[in-house]
């Protein structure tokens, strides 16, 4: 009889954790995946799911990530994705400006979250050496003792849970990366900028004929921005016809609206097409009723220790929206760690005596951070630098002029 695999626990059931368990159960591992939330695929769990970012840009590094792992799901997620070929710009005066962003016509693609982490989690728990549980929320790590702590939220009561092998894809506040901080000399750092979110929802046009399909009251091939220097408001597409729009401001911008006539006079002076577009009662339930949401950067290094854990995606490196890149990212950690485990012939059959490291594994974790790090601290850099680029610079004649060159 062969050996049992080694046991795998993700924390956290997001699109990273799920990507990472299928690639680890397609090696040959049990996996457990650990939620603190309930099943986002449930009815009930709808409402709440709903309350976050809804659709994402996602680009080739995601879908070539998906695409290495579970091909089937690159291509569903490519089906259900919309694609944006360039930025409209849209100045106060309603006035429209296209700046694609290849010249041979490649895009990005707006897809909605929820699509893509249910399509994930489907494929998961379908998986037979894969097991999920929700309402399970870590607690505590011991990374040397290979147990964790966890609440079962449903019982309320606390369960210890034996692994092999870690993964933290637990998110921006990762309860993973703080039990690596007690075992590693992690370097960290982390910064609020001083800009908040908040998504408003833009209705589907009616049809063009009666009983026909409902329409996009804007051009749906265009990630749409209106930069106003310090904030700014942009929209994605969604396969509805509707919009998600994302509006951008500093916290005492957000401050300065509380009433609703402060709220609709704001819009007029800034955004009076979008507020045509959007509606004045639409826009008056959003703002009432969705969250205002900080935005966080987080870089840490070493990602790992030794052969018992690894963070991914915003658990390891949380940033700033502005590049699309955030996800892409994530699922892109999925991917090189996948080839690195392969590449040093990691055997989820092989289990090392008591106390003992897998060389290999420990291998493949040590090489992960290395080369992983430049590339995530650079484009999390980019993604606070396109910050400005997306709320100012694009309005600039400089940044105009240079456009058209590259156009030519
Ligand atoms: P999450 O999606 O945060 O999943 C973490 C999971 O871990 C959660 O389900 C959480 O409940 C669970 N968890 C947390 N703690 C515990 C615990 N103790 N025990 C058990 N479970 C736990 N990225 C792009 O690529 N393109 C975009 O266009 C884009 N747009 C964005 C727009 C906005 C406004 C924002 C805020 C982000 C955007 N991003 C974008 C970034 C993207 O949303 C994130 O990078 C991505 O969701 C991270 O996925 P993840 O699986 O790492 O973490």
Not at 8 to 17: L, N, S, Y
Request: with cysteine.
């Amino acid at each position: 009889m062969s050996d049992p695999a080694r046991k795998a626990v993700i924390i956290g059931a997001g699109p990273v954790g799920c990507l990472s368990a299928i690639a680890l159960s397609n090696m040959g591992w049990e996996v457990e995946i650990y939620e603190a939330r309930p099943d986002m695929r449930l009815p009930s769990s709808k409402g709440a799911a709903q309350q976050r970012s809804i659709n994402l840009a996602i680009s080739p590094r995601g879908i070539l990530a998906l695409h290495a792992i579970q091909p089937d799901a690159a291509d569903r997620c490519l089906r259900a994705a919309v694609p944006m070929r360039g930025r409209m710009i849209h100045d106060t005066t309603g006035k429209l400006s296209s700046q694609s962003y290849d010249r041979s016509g490649q895009s990005i693609k707006s897809i909605d979250r929820a699509v893509l982490n249910e399509d994930l989690l489907d494929v998961a728990s379908k998986t037979s050496n894969v097991k999920l549980f929700f309402r399970h929320k870590v607690i505590a790590i011991d990374f040397d003792g290979r147990t964790m702590q966890l609440e079962d939220m449903e019982s309320k009561s606390n369960l210890s849970v034996p692994f092999h092998f870690c993964v933290g894809a637990d998110g921006s506040y990762s309860i993973v990366r703080r039990q690596l901080m007690r075992v590693t000399r992690m370097d960290y750092e982390q910064a609020y900028i001083p800009h908040e979110y908040l998504e408003l929802k833009m209705p589907a046009g009616p049809p063009q004929a009666p009983g026909g399909e409902p329409t996009f009251l804007l051009d749906p091939n265009h990630l749409h921005i209106w930069p106003r220097h310090s904030f700014m408001l942009i929209a994605l597409p969604n396969q509805d016809k509707t919009f998600t729009c994302t509006l951008f401001a500093p916290t005492a911008e957000f401050d300065k609206l509380t009433s609703s006539d402060g709220i609709i006079e704001w819009f007029k002076t800034h955004f009076p097409d979008a507020l045509t577009l959007i509606g004045q009662d639409a826009l008056l339930h959003d703002f009432k009723n969705n969250p205002r949401s900080s935005l966080i950067s987080i870089k840490a290094k070493p990602y790992h220790y030794k052969d018992r854990v690894v963070i991914l995606g915003d658990a390891a490196h949380s940033m700033v929206p502005f590049y699309g890149q955030g996800l892409n990212c994530g699922l892109e950690d999925v991917r090189v760690l996948y080839c690195l485990l392969q590449s040093n012939n990691v055997d989820p059959l092989f289990t090392p005596v008591e106390g003992a490291v897998d060389e290999s594994l420990a291998k493949a974790l040590d090489e992960y951070t290395e080369t992983r790090h430049e590339d995530l601290i650079t484009i999390s850099d980019l993604a606070m630098d396109n910050y400005t680029e997306m709320r100012h610079s694009v309005t600039t004649p400089a940044y105009l002029f240079r456009k058209n060159l590259d156009n030519l």
